[in-house]
């Protein structure tokens, strides 16, 4: 049996040794999705639809805001443009603005306002369904508010 891994066409000519293939290059092994909310609309009957859990883009490991000890950054992980990723961070901190306290970090907020504050995140973007738990959604508004809380605090420590 022949080992005959998939390359590039410039490699199709030659077929090389299992033990000698050479590595392709990053960018044609991995896959990324893209989101345009520009382009993308979905219908409301879509977006009612529950899609199976394994179908759902799963949370990435590791730590938010910590790419260089294991974790990942938002911005670099949903793949959006820059005009997308800042309207819906926005538009996110609206969301926050209206149902979580910000005496509080997000995970300890009650689960009763976070629920709501996932709803209307839902709400304002369907495209969060194909995200498991619409962790998106999370991580945004514990960033806001781990930031929020941490500049309340500053601006305390400087009035006394």
Known sequence: MDYRPYY??????????????PSPC???????RVFDFDTVRLSQEQAAEPLPASSLIRRPRGALSKPNHGG???RQVLNWNDKTYKSVQERLHEVCEEYLDFGLTFPNQAPAVVAMFLNAAQARFPILNEYQDQWP?????MMYLKNKVAADKAKMRVRT
Not at 26 to 32: C, D, E, G, I, K
Not at 137 to 141: E, K, P, Q, V, Y
């Open 8 to 21: 590039p066409p410039i490699t199709l000519r030659r077929i090389f040794d299992r033990d000698r293939s």
């Open 26 to 32: 990053a960018s044609t092994v991995t896959l990324h």
């Open 137 to 141: 959604a999370r991580d945004f508004a």
């Open 72 to 74: 990942y950054t938002l």
